[in-house]
């Protein structure tokens, strides 16, 4: 009923920037919460920035003044524009929406299939 589509990953040298986006669609009634994970190679997916519908952003501490997470909920879509990349930044960014559907009256967690972020030195 939910899909939730990333996008926008790919390689860059260090220092570069990139913006993800990431789409919600189907039986949509409104959308919460929208945020981005990301799980680097042997590691737990950590939270990167979240962002509710008219704000109040927040960030992990390693990508302060470095990442913007932004929304645009007409489209349902929300975007992080990644700037001075580094090598530890490097993993897989993962979506994450908090959904009502029509039918229901509570929200539900949906996750994206994810996209590659790969940081070079």
């Known amino acids: 009923q939910v899909q939730v589509v990333e996008s926008g990953g790919g390689l860059v040298q260090a220092g570069g920037s990139l913006r993800l986006s990431c789409a919600a669609s189907g039986i949509i009634f409104s959308i919460n919460d929208m945020a981005w994970y990301r799980q680097a190679p042997g590691e737990q997916r950590e939270l990167v920035a979240s962002i509710w519908p008219y704000g109040s952003e927040k960030y992990a501490d390693s990508v302060k003044g470095r990442f913007t997470i932004s929304r645009d909920n007409a489209k349902n879509t929300v975007y992080l524009q990644m700037n001075s990349l580094k090598p530890e930044d490097t993993a897989v960014y993962y979506c994450?929406?908090?959904?009502?559907?029509?039918?229901?009256?509570?929200?539900?967690?949906?996750w994206g299939q994810g996209t590659q972020v790969t940081v070079s030195s």
């Open positions: 994450n929406a908090q959904v009502r559907l029509r039918a229901l009256m509570t929200y539900r967690d949906y």
